[in-house]
């Protein structure tokens, strides 16, 4: 192991850390015969891209089934994402070419690179944004209250992952397209996580895509995809006091500039949330509760929080959501310690030498930004779940590189603000409404990580009563 290639992890200076002449070889991590890594990186990717960070420093090569990859990890890697260098250095095009094949589109946002990236992301900001929700905060309310309803009985054990797809489904529909397709629930699930283990992230081989389960998820995906070009036509244009979501901007979008939005890309564009934001935030919302089930003195600190928002039952205003601290430190603490996106998939544009490595151009690489959530000079005791960590006086998060849920540089989620208050309203209504506990006190999450990490589905928590 070289010391001299690992950074000081509170110091990141990312724009010095491109030069022109490398000072290193790049380590190899030490695997099993044939198999290299793989089973390390199936079991757990976030801690084993930290572990690889300790022992190699911040560049550093992998195999798996003896294809080798190259991992830049840390601080300096998530910062450097969103620096000049960093955008001209990298390029996302190749891993979301096998999704454009699946789905007959051009182009999708992810894929998109330059110029053309910021152009689209331009037309389809609107639609994901914080403004696409702000006062519609207690139809989201209500929505989560009929999912709640429906799919956690009093008194029996719920499947915490399945029922979050269906209130997650159900909120993103309703509020980024106004229509949810809660009947499409199962086959948007089967299509994104064959499309994300075999054309994204490339867990599985290509010949799961000839499973009929799937080729019939698809073919769905597209009939509602179709259905809202349909529906969108019928309506005609958006009437006085009418909602404009996503569906306007992109179809409006294809009206007037079909280059930028050509006919072939509207199925994928307009089903797009569910891919993004089905299995994002259902794994976190499942985490979530896991974790602050399994600790009941941050429970009843939420459980003050909510009961004083709630009071009554009044309207909720937005400004009143920055009150929920103890919540909102328990989300980000889960996005810590169990982040969705441990590392972005990238290739290098051009050669260039980065923290005295040689990286060449189209390598692929992992760029490993979770790796500081996973340190304990970012965050003392890091296996510890302490919501207190985001308060003003520690802000641990802050500190340059050390936190990403959201990933880094251009592709950072586009849905972020619309998820910061997804999640806290869905988890602020679920802990205000139900009395919640664990399989048993001593119970310990079992995680999945295709397609992407988060709860395993065999996850259930006991409905012991509704408390509102
Ligand atoms: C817990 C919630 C979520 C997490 C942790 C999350 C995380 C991420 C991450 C890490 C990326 C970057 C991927 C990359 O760089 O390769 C991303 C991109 C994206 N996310 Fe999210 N996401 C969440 C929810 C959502 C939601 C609810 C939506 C919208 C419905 C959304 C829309 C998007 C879009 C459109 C992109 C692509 C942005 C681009 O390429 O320019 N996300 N998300």
Redesign the pocket.
């Known amino acids: 192991m070289d010391n001299s290639a690992t950074p000081s992890p509170t110091a990141p200076n990312a724009a010095a850390a491109i030069g022109s002449s490398p000072r290193h070889d790049i380590p190899m991590v030490k695997g099993l015969p044939l198999i290299g890594s793989t089973l390390e990186m199936a079991r757990d990717p976030g801690r084993f891209f930290a572990r690889c960070y300790r022992e190699y420093g911040p560049v550093y090569r992998f195999k798996i089934f003896g294809r080798s990859c190259t991992v830049l990890a840390g601080p300096d890697a998530a910062h450097w994402m969103g620096t000049r260098e960093g955008k001209e250095c990298l390029r996302?095009k190749e891993f979301w070419e096998g999704l454009l094949g699946e789905y007959g589109a051009s182009q999708s946002?992810?894929g998109l690179d330059g110029e053309r990236?910021k152009q689209l992301?331009d037309v389809?900001r609107h639609g994901?944004s914080r403004e696409s929700i702000i006062g519609r905060y207690n139809e989201l309310i209500a929505i989560t209250d009929g999912s709640i309803e429906r799919d956690w009985p009093r008194g029996e054990f719920v499947y915490c992952l399945p029922a979050m797809q269906m209130m997650v489904t159900d909120q993103?529909g309703t509020i980024?397209t106004g229509r949810a397709p809660l009947e499409y629930v199962a086959d948007i699930r089967i299509t994104i996580l064959n499309i994300l283990n075999v054309l994204i992230t490339r867990q599985r081989p290509r010949f799961f895509l000839w499973n009929p389960a799937y080729q019939r998820g698809k073919r769905r995906v597209f009939e509602l995809g179709d259905q809202m070009i349909a529906d969108y036509r019928a309506r005609g244009p958006l009437k006085e006091g009418q909602m404009r979501t996503m569906v306007d901007d992109i179809m409006e979008a294809h009206d007037t500039n079909p280059g930028l939005m050509p006919k072939s890309d509207l199925r994928l564009q307009l089903t797009?949330?569910y891919v993004?934001?089905l299995d994002?935030?259902a794994n976190?919302t499942a985490t979530i509760v896991y974790l602050v089930l399994k600790h009941p003195d941050v429970l009843k600190r939420i459980h003050a929080e909510v009961d004083a928002l709630f009071v009554g039952g009044r309207q909720i205003e937005e400004s009143e959501l920055k009150q929920l601290t103890v919540l909102n430190g328990a989300i980000m603490e889960s996005?810590r310690m169990y982040p969705?996106?441990v590392a972005?998939?990238r290739t290098a544009t051009r050669d260039f030498v980065w923290q005295g490595f040689q990286i060449k151009a189209d390598e692929m690489l992992y760029m490993a930004t979770a790796v500081p959530h996973y340190m304990h000079e970012f965050y003392p005791e890091p296996d510890k779940f302490d919501p207190d960590r985001y308060d003003k006086t520690r802000a641990e998060h802050m500190q340059s590189g050390a936190y990403s849920?959201?990933?880094r540089?251009?592709?950072?989620?586009?849905?972020?603000s619309?998820?910061e208050v997804?999640?806290l309203l869905s988890m602020a209504r679920l802990f205000w409404r139900l009395d919640l506990a664990l399989e048993s006190p001593d119970y310990v999450l079992k995680t999945k990580t295709a397609p992407t990490p988060g709860p395993h589905p065999s996850f259930k928590v006991r409905v012991r009563g509704y408390r509102h």
């Open positions: 996302s946002l992810p990236h992301r389809l994901y993103l980024l797009a949330p993004a934001g994002t935030v976190t996005m969705i996106a972005q998939m849920p959201y990933g540089g251009p592709h950072t989620c586009l849905g972020k619309l998820a997804q999640l």
